[in-house]
């Protein structure tokens, strides 16, 4: 029996989103969208610069009309929602810098807690508990008394987040939270938001840049292409059909669905069977791509092996029939292999 659909905790429909211009003149940039998320699942908006991820996420907002069609937030219409009952419902965090600088961090997250206070409210304790685990999910709690006009771009980011999360609201919606992030904070990052999705129900969506980390985290992702149609689904099910791939085609890049990457490099060169397994074969095929190589599985002229198990690894080139050569590290390897005799390069395309 099929599970029932979900609720939404939000929908659009037949959403058109951009700008209005002169009278009665619009600008679409996407539409017509049909939208919708749901609790404890995380989203990932993804689409090349200019697409609309800023407009929609506005308009999901409410910080700008849709230029047409249907918006509920929690079974509501958004536009029929008060300022503070929005609030309530969603909250935003955007790549607008704040004029906050004058408040420090503990001040600025606080912010984050009057729709549920009044702006004259006083907070109690549970607020006080509310700021104090945001500020602690988002690893911001050593500099909670620092002016945020002094935090370093990444620390300001952390600091925006802990502020949507003290307004613990169903939506979450964030642009581009990852932009000023380095490596392991846009992993902790999503590691934290993924989470969050999962134990609170919150229904989070964030438009990224990072593909490959959206492509691990994410739930579901919505892929709004410059022109077309938005297709949604989760990563692997765009992956597997060719509709993530066709997507970035159109980019120039080109996706390898087998390794979840995009090929930086287009080897040309001659084909070379690489033998083996594991972690050891795999950062060998990329060496060698680099170096223009065309890594394959079946047998070539060339060929290298990556012994596997406990013992040091190393790597064995041949050549035909000629003996094996034994190189200690990848380093020596590439550079021992344009010293090899002159060989017919085989008209191999696949990539293994
Ligand atoms: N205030 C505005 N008035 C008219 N057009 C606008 C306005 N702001 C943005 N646009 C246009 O709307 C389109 C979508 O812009 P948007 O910022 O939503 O894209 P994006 O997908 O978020 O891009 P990026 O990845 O570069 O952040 C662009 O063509 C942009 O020029």
Redesign the pocket.
């Known amino acids: 029996m099929m599970a029932p659909a979900p609720t939404s905790l939000l929908l659009a429909e037949d959403l058109a ?3 209005f ?1 002169r009278r009665k003149n619009a ?1 679409v ?2 539409g017509p969208l049909h939208l919708a998320l749901h609790p404890g699942e995380l989203v990932c908006l993804l ?12 308009t999901l907002a409410g910080l700008q009309p849709p230029l047409a069609g249907r918006l509920e937030v929690g079974g509501v219409p958004l536009a029929a929602l008060s300022a503070a009952e929005r609030a309530r419902q969603l909250s935003v965090v955007l ?1 607008d810098r704040l004029d906050a600088a004058t408040l420090t961090v503990q001040e600025l997250v606080r912010l984050g807690r009057h729709p549920h206070t009044g702006w004259l409210g006083s907070l109690t304790a549970y607020d006080h508990a509310q700021v104090a685990a945001a500020l602690a999910a988002t690893g911001t709690t050593a500099f909670a008394a620092r002016l945020v006009g002094e935090l370093s771009d990444g620390e300001r980011q952390k600091v925006m987040l802990a502020r949507a999360l003290a307004q613990d609201t169903p939506v979450v919606l964030l ?2 939270p990852t932009a000023h992030l380095d490596l392991p904070n846009r992993v902790a990052l999503m590691r934290l938001l993924h989470r969050l999705a999962r134990t609170t129900g919150k229904a989070i969506l964030l ?1 990224t ?1 990072e593909l490959d980390l959206a492509l691990q985290a994410a739930d579901r992702v919505w892929l ?1 292409p410059a022109t077309g149609a938005l297709r949604t689904g989760t990563p692997e099910d765009l992956v597997l059909s060719g509709t993530f791939a066709a997507a970035f085609e159109r980019e120039g890049l080109a996706f390898d669905s087998a390794s979840g990457t995009f090929a930086l490099h287009t080897p040309s060169g001659p084909a070379v069977q690489v033998v083996g397994e594991g972690a050891a074969a795999f950062w060998t095929r990329r060496a060698l791509e680099r170096e223009g190589f065309v890594p394959i599985a079946h047998p070539a002229p060339l060929r290298v092996t990556v012994p596997a198990g406990a013992q040091a690894p190393r790597w064995l080139v041949q050549l035909g029939d000629r003996p094996a050569q034994s190189h200690e590290t990848i380093e020596a390897l590439l550079r021992a292999l344009p010293q090899l005799p002159k060989f017919e390069k085989p008209s191999v395309n696949a990539t293994a």
């Open positions: 989103v951009g700008y211009l600008r940039v996407a689409g090349p610069n200019g697409a609309g991820k800023s407009t929609l996420l506005r790549t642009d581009e438009s840049h709004l």
